[in-house]
Structure formats: structure tokens, C-alpha cells
């Protein structure tokens, strides 16, 4: 039972151009999500985070926005550039596993952006 | 420099044979855990540790044995492995609370033939 999921396995943009990466989850405990960046050959590394009080955080080029109603959130890049194009994980976590530290993880989109 | 190191990067063995990943960190954290990555699932996480002689299972943590002797290392023991253990393994740690620092180390392909 997939708790996080990106539909989308790829996403292909232009250089420039805006990039959405989508995420949906259907636990209503989460209260807390991330977004991680992952290069070939490497580990993910943390990008931009959002806490369920909010319904968008910003950072440079990238925002991430929560519409909690729809258990949905995304992931906007504006304007995208070729470096950007890895494997984006959306992952989520509740309160009550703050000492477990689980994070709930999302299968990945894989973006591309052209030049 | 703050990093995760894992050893080895690639591995590839024989059912039943045992194995040990290595997980080291240089920050300090308390917190440290284990995820395997596998197409269509994403990461989940095997076993996790709050600090020394503290660990507890995760979603996925059939056939896999770890240990916290030390702060700074986390091994990842399969005492017998099976094919259906080939996966990437990526060590990970941070704080405690601090989600938005938490360290990836750089990834474990393993394979079990």
C-alpha cells in the first residue's frame, strides 16, 4: 500500500521553461513533507520541505505548494535549468514519528530538462 | 567535510553468503538509518537508530541485522542473503527532529545471484 505516490515516473522540460512535479498521499497523519534530489551514483540530498501549517514554501527557484483538502503537493521549479534534471523524491512523515525518524518516500520522477 | 560514507558502493555475491555493508558519519548525529531503493517503491527504510545500543526495525526489515556499538557507525549485516535482497542501500543520518538534515550516503548496489 503505497502511503506516497508520484505518478509520474518521468518529466521531460525545456531549459527555461517551468518544471511540476507531483505528489499525492492518503494518510492524513502526515503533517510534514520533502522534497529530495537524487544524482546518478549518489545519495539523495534534501531540497525544499513543507509543515502542513503551511500551504507553500519558497526557496530561490524552487516552491513547493500543499493543498491539503486534496492529500496533493508539488514541486515548482521556475525557470528550469539542465543541471536540475535528476530523480525527485517526495516523502512525507507524521508527528507521532518524529523519534523514528520514517519517512514515508515516493517512487521518484525522473526529470529531464533539455537544453 | 559532513558525509555518510558507505562501503562498498557495489557488491555483488552468492545466496547464503554473508555480508556487511559499512555506514560511517563524521557529524555527530544521533540518528541514524538504513533504506533500500528499489523501481516502483521508492526508498524504504529497513532499520533505524535513535543512538549507541538503540535500534529498532523499520517497514522492511526481514533478513537484515544491524548494529550501534559505536555513534559514528551503523553496519547493515545480511547473514544470508537472497536474490531478493539485490537493491540499492543508502545509510542515512541526522539529528533528532531535523528531517531537513538528514545525510544520504552515497548508495550500496548490491546484488545476490
Known amino acids: 500500500d503505497q502511503q506516497v505516490k508520484q505518478n509520474s515516473p518521468s518529466l521531460s522540460v525545456q531549459e527555461g521553461r517551468i518544471s511540476i512535479l507531483n505528489c499525492d498521499y492518503t494518510n492524513s497523519m502526515f503533517d510534514y513533507f520533502l522534497w529530495y534530489k537524487k544524482y546518478p551514483a549518489e545519495g539523495p540530498t534534501f531540497l525544499i520541505s513543507?509543515?502542513?501549517?503551511?500551504d507553500k514554501n519558497e526557496d530561490g527557484r524552487f516552491t513547493v505548494f500543499l493543498n491539503k483538502s486534496a492529500k496533493h503537493l508539488s514541486l515548482h521549479i521556475v525557470p528550469s535549468q539542465p543541471g536540475d534534471s535528476a530523480v525527485y523524491f517526495c516523502a512525507a512523515s507524521a508527528s507521532g514519528s518524529s523519534n523514528t525518524g520514517k519517512l514515508i518516500f515516493g517512487q521518484g520522477t525522473t526529470l529531464q530538462v533539455k537544453p | 567535510e559532513a558525509q555518510v560514507t558507505q562501503n562498498p558502493r557495489y557488491l555483488i555475491t552468492v545466496t547464503g553468503k554473508k555480508l556487511t555493508v559499512t555506514c560511517s558519519q563524521n557529524m555527530n548525529h544521533e540518528y541514524m538509518s538504513w533504506y533500500r531503493q528499489d523501481p516502483g517503491l521508492g526508498l524504504r527504510q529497513i532499520y533505524y537508530s535513535m543512538n549507541v545500543e538503540v535500534t529498532d526495525k523499520g517497514d522492511v526489515p526481514e533478513g537484515y541485522k544491524v548494529s550501534r556499538k559505536e555513534k559514528r557507525n551503523f553496519p547493515l549485516i545480511l547473514e544470508s542473503p537472497s536474490p531478493n535482497q539485490t537493491s540499492l542501500y543508502f545509510c542515512?543520518?541526522?539529528?533528532?527532529?531535523?528531517?531537513?538534515?538528514?545525510?544520504f550516503g552515497p548508495g550500496t548496489r548490491l546484488t545476490v545471484l
Open positions: 513543507i509543515s502542513s501549517i503551511k
Open positions: 542515512a543520518s541526522r539529528r533528532p527532529l531535523s528531517y531537513n538534515e538528514q545525510f
